[in-house]
């Protein structure tokens, strides 16, 4: 079994920070591509950012100069640091990872179950 545990939502105002983490735990291979993804009310989940094994990241253009993440290969933990954040940043931030798991030959994703950022004054 994998697992994906959030922690660092939580309450802000406008302009200030928050930092998300997530740590994979469990029995697996290794894995490939972590990532934050959100969901908004009423809205789809979207990508917030992604990053290899090897450090390569990817970001949303709504994020992009404002969050930053970043990842702890041996610790098998991912990191969200969100600065500047706006209302618009509001949702639910989803953790994932691209699992191979032994016995397998293909990565598999899972899926933390999420934490709340609100962002209001």
């Known amino acids: 079994q994998v697992r994906l545990v959030e922690s660092g939502g939580g309450l802000v105002q406008p302009g200030e920070s928050l930092r998300l983490s997530c740590a994979a735990s469990?029995?697996?291979?290794?894995?490939?591509?972590m990532g934050w993804y959100r969901q908004a009310p009423g809205k789809q989940r979207e990508l917030v950012a992604t990053?290899?094994?090897?450090?390569?990241?990817n970001y949303a253009d709504s994020v992009k100069g404002r969050f930053t993440i970043s990842r702890d290969n041996p610790e098998n933990t991912v990191y969200l640091q969100m600065n500047d954040m706006k209302p618009e940043d509001t949702a639910v931030y989803y953790c994932?990872?691209?699992?191979?798991?032994?016995?397998?030959?293909?990565?598999?994703?899972?899926w933390g179950q999420g934490t709340q950022v609100t962002v209001s004054s």
């Open positions: 990053i290899t094994s090897g450090g390569s990241t």
């Open positions: 469990g029995s697996f291979v290794r894995i490939n591509v």
């Open positions: 994932n990872a691209a699992v191979l798991k032994y016995g397998n030959i293909r990565f598999v994703d899972y």
